[in-house]
């Protein structure tokens, strides 16, 4: 079992930035074979989708939708992944999740709100 806990969310003004943390506990043995980690986030009415993602040795991938604006990064010896937030838009305002894999099951985070609103 991995708990995921998110932190960073809030409302913010478009063009602004914003940090989102995801702290990841468990054993000592499943903590340490948790693979790639990443950020989804669900808007009201639509599906849940990638956001970005990072393997545990550091290689990302981003949406094309927030390449440029976002950058996810990993803390592996505080079981950390974090997710950059600039230059934030409108469309931007959704639930985020955080997820990591270990060994081949999808763990999933309770979710943190980001509202861009002015």
């Known amino acids: 079992q991995v708990q995921l806990v998110e932190s960073g969310g809030g409302l913010v003004q478009p063009g602004g930035s914003l940090r989102l943390s995801c702290a990841a506990s468990?054993?000592?043995?499943?903590?340490?074979?948790?693979?790639?980690m990443g950020w989804y986030r669900q808007a009201p009415g639509k599906e849940r989708e990638l956001v970005a993602a990072?393997?545990?040795?550091?290689?990302?991938n981003h949406a094309d939708s927030v390449k440029g604006r976002f950058t996810i990064s990993r803390d592996n010896a505080k079981n950390t992944v974090y997710l950059q937030m600039n230059s934030l838009k409108p469309e931007d305002t959704a639930v985020y999740y955080c997820?990591?894999?270990?060994?081949?099951?999808?763990?999933w985070g309770q979710g943190t709100q980001v509202t861009v609103s002015s």
């Open positions: 990072i393997t545990r040795g550091g290689s990302t």
């Open positions: 468990g054993s000592i043995f499943t903590i340490s074979t948790m693979g790639s």
């Open positions: 997820a990591a894999d270990v060994r081949n099951t999808i763990y």
